[in-house]
C-alpha cells in the first residue's frame, strides 16, 4: 500500500473521481465540496446530496482525474440534476432541477 500523503492539499472545487458508496462498484466524477482538516466533503457531479460523503483525505476511495481512463475502469457519467438558482423560473419544488 502507497505511503499516504503528509498533508491534505484539497481545496474545495478541486475535481475528482470517486466511488459511490452506496453501489461501490460505480465510479463517479466529484467535486471536493469542503474541507475540514484531514477530511474532504466529495460531492458528486449532478446528482442531489443523498451520495455526497465525508472521507479522510486519503481515503482509498477517491482518485485523481483520469485514474479511470488510465486503469480502464468505466467511469459513470455525471447527473442532470441541477441546483436550482433561487429566481430560477424551472423551479420544481425539489431545490432543484433537471439540466436540459
Known sequence: ?????????????????????KNPYLICPATVGEVRGQEIF???DGWRGAFDYWCPFDSRDIFPVG?????????QPPGNFCPLEPSDPKDNGLDGWICD
Open 1 to 21: 500500500e502507497p505511503a499516504s500523503p503528509a498533508k491534505n492539499y484539497f481545496q474545495p472545487g478541486m475535481k475528482l473521481e470517486a466511488v459511490d458508496r
Open 42 to 44: 466529495v460531492m458528486f
Open 67 to 75: 485514474w479511470c481512463a488510465l486503469t480502464k475502469h468505466s467511469l
